[in-house]
């Protein structure tokens, strides 16, 4: 087939107008995750692959060792190559998967990936700039000519960078669109100058494309490059052009303004599902909630929690500062020893916050537990254990955490940042109707978090309330097919008014 033929601008003719999509990303569930990149990873491909049948789908990240052995026994093996960066020559193979819809490749190399942790080695910027080149030679070797790729976070920068850059001129390469999305700003891909060409093999002509106060910036460099920038929120989308949320980066942002748009993202409506979960002991649904107590008892034994039917407050987080942990450290002594509730906390982060929930633990053995994991199924048993979910964070690109919660009827208590602002609406109750679906706070302070979370408790005190509006948290429409059609019309954006795709 010719490349011609290949081009979304030439198959739309023929009526074959689905575009072709190279999501690049560094975690994606189910196969390996830490967080809500891997969620949203597994999760937005399959729904638009879903949405729009004619699309075709695709994903890449890294064959980590962490992937169960389920996974890599049904890999198909597609390519096998050296791949050149910089002065290194290494062996690289691309394996691959189906599911429903959507092909996921995985980008294999023992040196880089095999390795016990995703994230957190001292070569991490080497890393994930073999995995972006690799995803370049893919393309080529596979003869998969996308029409767009979309790009996922700093590790996922420089896919676009090497696009743009190295593959410049080459007529297949030359045609791609890129979207870049940004989960978020706290994480930029920071690195010293000295490996600008060493190890990300880009030329000293490139070097103030990267720069970024003084530091390669891989966010920085994405989000130039990109055609389109989006986050996972509209809010987020207008907190990051400012001082106090941007990170520094705020200037790129503003000096890019018609680039970027927020999409708040979804959560995968199989996966969390409180009616099938087969991590759940027994399973509920809005119209039948008393499954959820039955789950709360069978958590409080297997913590070793008094099993009573006190208020079951939960936080499963990555245990970092911009969570709004500190605020939580502030009052939790409080709040533990002046009411009758129970605490569970699932999360692993900062020491001094691991540190601090064990000692509360320790201090306060008959009502709170503390696990240091991440650690999903058990995460599910929290959340349909749970009657509050705390999310105080100070700054929240978008947060899927409080729209689990609400799916498995945990009331959420969040701060009014980022995606959680646009998720969760205050209660109220007008005339006897129960308005919102949970409660929020505005101020950054110990005092609004205690005041909102006692709140809650008070609703939860009235049995009636309390089970009128879990059914109704329940209920709220937290799936992908609104967002699904948003980048849709992003991936259209990208088309428009260009002569049918030339460029
Ligand atoms: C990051 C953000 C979180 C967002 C997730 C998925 O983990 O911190 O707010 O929901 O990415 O986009």
Redesign the pocket.
């Known amino acids: 087939m010719k490349l011609e033929e290949l081009l979304w601008s030439d198959r739309q003719k023929t009526g074959q107008s689905g575009y072709k999509i190279l999501f690049v990303g560094s975690e994606v569930m189910p196969y390996a995750a830490t967080?809500?990149?891997g969620?949203?990873l597994g999760s937005l491909p399959a729904a638009l692959a879903g949405r729009y049948p004619k699309c075709d789908i695709r994903v890449v990240m890294p064959l980590y060792s962490a992937i169960g052995e389920e996974w890599q026994q049904k890999m198909k093996d597609e390519a096998a190559f050296n791949l050149s960066l910089a002065w290194r020559r290494q062996y690289c193979g691309i394996k691959s998967l189906r599911r429903g819809n959507v092909i996921y490749y995985f980008v294999e190399s023992e040196y880089y990936f095999g390795r016990d942790s995703l994230y957190g080695h001292y070569d991490d910027g080497e890393r994930f700039a073999f995995f972006c080149m690799a995803t370049m030679e893919l393309i080529r070797h596979l003869e998969f000519w996308p029409d767009i790729i979309h790009a996922h976070?700093w590790q996922g920068g420089l896919s676009i960078v090497y696009k743009n850059l190295l593959c410049r001129g080459i007529e297949g390469y030359d045609r791609i669109r890129t979207v870049y999305?940004i989960?978020?700003i706290?994480y930029q891909g920071q690195f010293e100058h000295d490996i600008l060409g060493d190890v990300f093999a880009l030329g000293d002509e490139y070097h103030e494309l990267l720069d970024y106060h003084g530091k390669l910036n891989l966010m920085k460099a994405g989000v130039c490059c990109a055609d389109r920038v989006t986050t996972?929120s509209p809010r987020?989308a207008e907190e990051i052009r400012t001082p106090e949320f941007g990170r520094g980066l705020e200037y790129i942002l503003n000096e890019n303004p018609g680039k970027l748009c927020g999409i708040l993202?979804g959560i995968d409506y199989d996966y969390y599902n409180p009616e099938t979960d087969p991590a759940l002991p027994v399973n509920y649904s809005w119209k039948k909630i008393d499954g959820k107590y039955k789950n709360k008892s069978a958590l409080q034994k297997e913590l070793g929690l008094p099993v009573r039917e006190v208020p079951l407050l939960a936080i499963i987080s990555?245990l970092a500062s911009h969570k709004g942990l500190d605020l939580v450290c502030e009052i939790a002594c409080r709040l533990v020893s002046e009411n009758d509730l129970q605490l569970v906390v699932l999360g692993r982060g900062e020491a001094r916050f691991e540190e601090f929930f064990t000692s509360l633990e320790q201090r306060h053995f008959a009502k709170v537990k503390t696990i240091i994991d991440y650690n999903r199924e058990l995460s599910r048993q929290i959340y349909a254990a749970a009657d509050i979910f705390l999310m105080p964070?100070k700054s929240?690109?978008?947060?899927?955490s409080q729209m689990i919660a609400s799916r498995y009827g945990a009331i959420p208590v969040v701060r009014e940042t980022?995606?959680l602002a646009e998720s969760i609406k205050g209660f109220r109750e007008v005339d006897g109707e129960l308005q919102g679906n949970g409660f929020t706070f505005a101020e950054y302070s110990p005092g609004g978090l205690l005041e909102c979370i006692m709140a809650a408790l008070s609703l939860w005190q009235d049995e009636k309330k309390r089970r009128a509006f879990i059914k109704k948290i329940m209920q709220v429409d937290f799936s992908w097919d609104a967002s699904a059609k948003k980048y849709m019309e992003v991936y259209e954006g990208l088309f428009r008014n260009e002569g049918g795709g030339r460029r």
């Not at 929240?396 to 899927?400: D, F, H, I, K, S």
């Open positions: 967080g809500g990149l969620d949203v976070d999305t989960h978020n706290e996972v987020y993202n990555r964070s929240e690109p978008c947060g899927l980022g995606g």
